[in-house]
């Protein structure tokens, strides 16, 4: 069965940096790309950026471009997402997803969700 | 553009039809997917490539393209269908994703 786990929650201060892990299992790792997705208290998804697994390609939201970086370790089959220079208004829970081109690169399996929370 | 517009929100009775629209300009030559999201779960996919359904998903959800326009039907609503969900698109080169603002559909 395909699962992505994730760890668990955190509490940052502003300024600080924080790193998010996703961890695959019931499939082959390299095959599916990982693509992040955070969702603001109360608020809609928003896109952060996705992460091919196969060859480290990435892709990130212009407006968080410079304080992101997405990585892979082939070996553990896990993605992680590191955000920098955080800020309150980057509260949020931080979901993994995984997609294939053989659906159209849907997101089709995600994580549990990550909540992290910026407060000084 | 890559925005997309949701309605904010649709009431329907139990066994109705409910019908969910999302439009934006990208949407006649990008591919629409759609998303189910209860209340402190994380998103589940409906739909993909604007008409396909994964085989776990129910038959009860359909999706349909026309212009601008792509629309989530769920057919004989039940009480379980109520959620928030999400339209989400691309552009060409698979290197923007766009969400739609949400749909909280309410089962009455």
């Known amino acids: 069965q395909v699962h992505l786990v994730q760890s668990g929650p955190e509490v940052k201060k502003p300024g600080a940096s924080v790193k998010v892990s996703c961890k695959a299992s019931?499939?082959?790792?390299?095959?599916?790309?990982v693509s992040w997705v955070r969702q603001a208290p109360g608020q809609g998804l928003e896109w952060v950026g996705w992460i091919n697994t196969y060859n480290g390609n990435t892709n990130y939201k212009p407006s968080l471009q410079g304080r992101v970086t997405m990585t892979t370790d082939a070996s553990t089959s896990t993605a992680y997402m590191e955000l920098r220079s955080l800020r309150s208004d980057d509260t949020a829970v931080y979901f993994c997803?995984?997609?294939?081109?053989?659906?159209?690169?849907?997101?089709?399996?995600w994580g549990q969700g990550t909540l992290i929370t910026v407060s000084s | 553009s890559s925005e997309l517009t949701q309605p904010p929100s649709v009431s329907v009775s139990p066994g109705q039809t409910a019908k969910i629209t999302c439009s934006g300009d990208?949407?006649?030559?990008?591919?629409a997917y759609w998303f189910q999201q209860k209340a402190g779960q994380a998103p589940v996919l409906l739909i993909y490539k604007d008409v396909e359904r994964p085989s776990e998903i129910p038959e009860r959800f359909s999706g349909s393209s026309s212009g601008t326009t792509v629309t989530l039907t769920i057919t004989g609503v039940q009480a379980e269908d109520e959620a928030d969900y999400y339209c989400?698109?691309?552009?060409?080169?698979?290197?923007?994703?766009?969400f739609g603002g949400g749909t909280k559909l309410t089962v009455l």
């Open positions: 990208a949407l006649p030559k990008q591919y």
């Open positions: 997803a995984s997609f294939t081109q053989a659906r159209g690169d849907a997101f089709d399996i």
């Open positions: 019931g499939y082959t790792f390299t095959n599916h790309g």
């Open positions: 989400q698109s691309t552009d060409s080169r698979f290197t923007y994703v766009a």
